[in-house]
């Protein structure tokens, strides 16, 4: 198990380190760059703004020193925030994101694999058909008419929760929902397919031989293959979800990850590019990693396979 | 005083009294007929044999009882089944829980689906006891523990969190019976319980399962397809046909005295140790006397083969297979030598894992070895030239185990026969290769009415015809038969048998003829070889090697065999 996750950190650092490389130099052959502006500012000062930042030197020296100061931990300074690190930049909003992301996915379990037990259970009844038509809805559903319809139903018309805003709880249910039913119509999806195919195994047969209620034979015996495929798709769900969402965010006025990734962009701001892309990368091979040690947990097979 | 040491337990629970038992499945193609009118009475004690062919309705009929068909599509139509004076058609889900696993426990065919791989096999077996609250969890490992032990478990003492792919499938079986009779029930019902294990393994299993279902009282439904299996164990035996029981009586007399000719058919058309005969009957010769198919080969007369004189057609040398694993390679092939003479059937036996169908791939180069000799016709085949690779492989050819798997379903019969003849270019134009594949449909008992048909329309043992058909599209002189009769019928199995011999007379086909099942091979071969663990332990002339085995593994081997399957005319 530890000769495992030590292996598989070992293999994360060559992936990070082509991940690195491929986004630099993308973004330095894109066409513009952070300090080109509609006002075009006087030459002196850009020149000076470049010399700072260090982007007069040979692209290949800038490419070395970025790595440099990597190893360090040292994500560079954003050149759109002045006075801001990168790394300051994503520590303040990544823990909003966070929050938002564990709580979404809080309920796309919570709503996702009751929903989607119960239609297997009761395929091709209403029980079925309410339930997938719906997480059929939700994933047709944009969230950006969905967030609105919440706050329209819930702030505007009940007046229950604040329409936007971070400041406190009463501020997390809304977009948390939005978020979170998205993820709750996959995750629905997927419950019920798993379990429909390990109703059909052999095994709850013999489980139902021996007398268990069917209680015990969804929980005990069939629940943890049919959870299997959720398994494997949480992981870059919940990356996706903790990285933030830059419409959620926009939509209700969060300070979250998810607006620097298309700021970033936008505003060639080489640095934050770089670190957003860089972490988010790092948290999918990370997240990815506790989905395969859950599924060596549920599945003893894969537990020897490790 | 009567002494009472030992007395039988025979409870005064559990009997169980099957009335006119219907059961339908409703499917898209219509309405089947499973079981149609089925009575069947265990009473206290009774080991009953239920025998039939696949979908003659045994397993519905079993299953059944506990209520454990998937419905829909099942659907019990009508018939009354009386466990002790409850009607367990007409109960409460919750009385039928309370049922299962306690008074009736269920055993099923296959150990490697059967046991849940996501939790430990002590746990598992345990379990009844916890869900009839008989003990608490702990207690319940204890008597689980103590239980496995008895049916040859042991690795649970040391290892009481083994997972079942942990196990080999004799353990998980017996797991399986540990499992089935650790609530101590009245009565067992088994179905098909040894059918997925090798010989040597059924034959321990079956002695564990008798011993124990005896010594504890229980009653036993023991469902099989294997007549002379069934004889081994079963007080009563009751022979289903489509649907209904044609014949029930007790076991020495449907030996001796069968009166159905369905269960004449299926005592007969065994393929023995003992009786060489030259074409083993049908159940068609019994249900249609006069239908006269495969005359062909009466007629033929087997001229004997002398195999002195025979010129040899393939010969291993030191053939070595290994497959890497992450333990390091594994040696499936370890060393082995074989010869083959033109015109005779060499017989392959072994338990799976003996390396026999790794050697027959190899021999074909479908698998590579890894070193030692393969020489066809005295020349050592180059693989590196297309030329002679091509021609290779149109004198020899290869018939699989399962040909539901073996044929592509999205081929008709006419595409896939006529692909090995386009491969090779023979035939001068598409109405001569046509022609000559209708030809051979007819040779295996089929017909040209069958060429635009896709494999699912056929059953298993016309599209095993369709395979013998297949490999004789390039007109091989060797064909290598792996374990290809073992996923059918015997009644099935016979008519492919009889084709495969008839075959070989009319073309003077050579044959390796690899199979797990010693008394099929001996039907089939002139010589045999006996592998085990890679290695060849005995080779020898097919008489002299049943007759007076010289290793201690092929004696094993034979006396595997239940004995009913041993001589054709067997009497209790």
């Not at chain 1, 000076?48 to 440099?68: A, I, M, N």
């Not at chain 1, 395929?123 to 319809?149: E, Q």
């Not at chain 1, 069939?222 to 870059?236: F, N």
């Amino acid at each position: 198990m530890k000769k495992f996750v030590l292996s598989r950190v070992v293999q994360a650092v060559p992936t990070l380190w082509v991940i690195a490389t491929l986004t630099f130099f993308m973004t330095r052959y894109a066409p513009g760059g952070p300090f080109d502006t509609e006002k075009a500012i006087p030459q002196e000062i850009k020149v000076k703004l470049e010399s700072h930042f260090g982007l007069d030197r040979p692209l290949f020296d800038q490419y070395l020193l970025y790595l440099k100061n990597l190893l360090r931990g040292d994500l560079g300074p954003s050149f759109k925030y002045p006075g801001w690190e990168v790394s300051e930049l994503i520590a303040t909003a990544f823990p909003v994101s966070l929050t938002l992301g564990v709580l979404s996915l809080g309920i796309a379990l919570l709503i996702g694999i009751p929903a989607g037990i119960i239609a297997a259970l009761r395929k091709n009844t209403w029980l079925d058909y309410l339930p997938m038509s719906l997480s059929m809805a939700g994933i047709c559903l944009p969230t950006f008419v969905l967030g609105p319809l919440l706050i329209y139903i819930f702030s505007t018309q009940l007046g229950l929760f604040p329409p936007l805003g971070w400041y406190g709880p009463a501020d997390w249910v809304l977009p948390s929902f939005t978020l979170g039913l998205f993820y709750a119509a996959y995750v629905a999806r997927l419950t019920r397919a798993g379990m429909l195919e390990t109703l059909q195994q052999d095994y709850v047969r013999t489980a139902r031989a021996k007398g268990a209620s069917p209680w015990r034979v969804v929980t005990r015996h069939a629940l943890r293959g049919g959870l299997l495929p959720v398994v494997t798709y949480l992981g870059p769900a919940f990356a996706g979800l903790i990285s933030g969402s830059f419409i959620i965010e926009s939509i209700f006025f969060i300070p979250g990850l998810g607006k620097f990734f298309v700021t970033a962009a936008f505003n060639r701001d080489y640095t934050m590019v770089l670190g957003t892309v860089l972490f988010y990368a790092a948290l999918i091979i990370l997240l990815n990693l506790l989905v395969d040690l859950l599924q060596a947990w549920l599945d003893p097979k894969a537990r020897q396979a490790q | 005083m009567p002494s009472i040491q030992n007395p039988p337990k025979i409870r005064e629970m559990g009997n169980l009294d099957i009335q006119n038992l219907k059961v339908s499945f409703h499917t898209r193609e219509g309405i089947i007929h499973a079981v149609d009118g089925v009575d069947l009475s265990i009473k206290p004690g009774e080991i009953i044999g239920l025998v039939g062919e696949s979908g003659s309705g045994k397993s519905v009929t079993c299953n059944s009882i506990l209520q454990l068909l998937p419905t829909p599509p099942a659907r019990i139509e009508a018939g009354k089944i009386d466990w002790s004076g409850k009607d367990l058609l007409n109960q409460h889900d919750k009385k039928i829980r309370g049922i299962r696993g306690k008074e009736i426990s269920m055993i099923f065919q296959d150990p490697m689906s059967c046991l849940n791989p996501y939790l430990s096999v002590l746990d598992q077996v345990a379990e009844p006891l916890v869900i009839h609250g008989m003990a608490s969890p702990k207690d319940a490992r204890k008597q689980a523990c103590e239980m496995l032990v008895r049916v040859g478990v042991q690795r649970v003492v040391e290892h009481p969190h083994a997972y079942p792919h942990e196990f080999s499938g004799g353990m998980r079986q017996r797991a399986m019976i540990a499992m089935a009779l650790v609530t101590k029930p009245s009565l067992l019902l088994a179905d098909e319980p040894t059918t997925a294990l090798d010989v040597t393994v059924q034959a321990k299993v079956l002695n564990i399962l008798k011993e124990l279902c005896t010594d504890l009282g229980v009653s036993v439904l023991f469902v099989s397809h294997d007549l002379g299996l069934v004889a081994e164990l079963a007080d009563r035996v009751v022979v289903m046909y489509r649907g209904k029981v044609v014949e029930q009586n007790d076991t020495r007399s449907i030996f001796s005295n069968p009166q159905h000719s369905y269960v004449k058919a299926l005592i007969a058309c065994r393929p023995t140790l003992e009786s060489t005969p030259v074409r083993l009957l049908t159940v068609d010769d019994f249900m249609n006397p006069k239908s006269g198919k495969d005359q062909v080969l009466e007629k033929l007369a087997l001229p004997s083969l002398n195999l002195d004189t025979q010129e040899t057609l393939l010969e291993v040398q030191d053939l070595v297979v290994e497959f890497p694993t992450e333990d390091g390679p594994v040696r499936a092939v370890d060393g082995a030598s074989l010869v083959i003479r033109r015109g005779s059937t060499h017989g392959l036996v072994g338990e799976s894992g003996s390396g026999k169908t790794t050697l027959g791939r190899s021999i074909l180069h479908l698998t590579k070895a890894n070193s030692g000799k393969i020489l066809y016709q005295g020349n050592v085949i180059s693989l590196e030239n297309i030329q002679d690779r091509t021609k290779f492989r149109k004198s020899m050819q290869i018939i699989f185990q399962d040909p539901y798997a073996s044929l592509n379903p999205r081929m008709t019969v006419e595409q896939a026969l006529l692909e090995p003849m386009k491969v090779h270019g023979l035939g001068k134009s598409r109405k001569d290769r046509i022609d000559h594949v209708v030809k051979l449909l007819e040779e295996v008992g089929l017909g040209e009415k069958y060429l635009n048909r896709y494999p699912h329309e056929f059953s298993g043992g016309q599209r095993q015809r369709i395979c013998v058909a297949r490999a004789l599209t390039t007109e091989p002189e060797f064909i290598v038969c792996d374990e290809c009769v073992s996923a059918m019928d015997v009644s099935v199995q016979a008519q492919v048998l009889n084709l495969l011999r008839s075959l070989q007379a009319s073309r003077n086909l050579t044959y390796l003829f690899i199979s797990h099942d010693l008394s099929v091979v001996k039907f089939m071969s002139d010589e045999i070889s006996v592998m085990q663990n890679g290695k060849m332990v005995e080779n020898g002339l097919a008489e002299d090697l049943y007759r007076d085995p010289k290793s201690s593994y092929t004696r094993k081997l034979i006396d595997s065999i239940p004995l009913a399957n041993r001589s054709s005319n067997f009497r209790l």
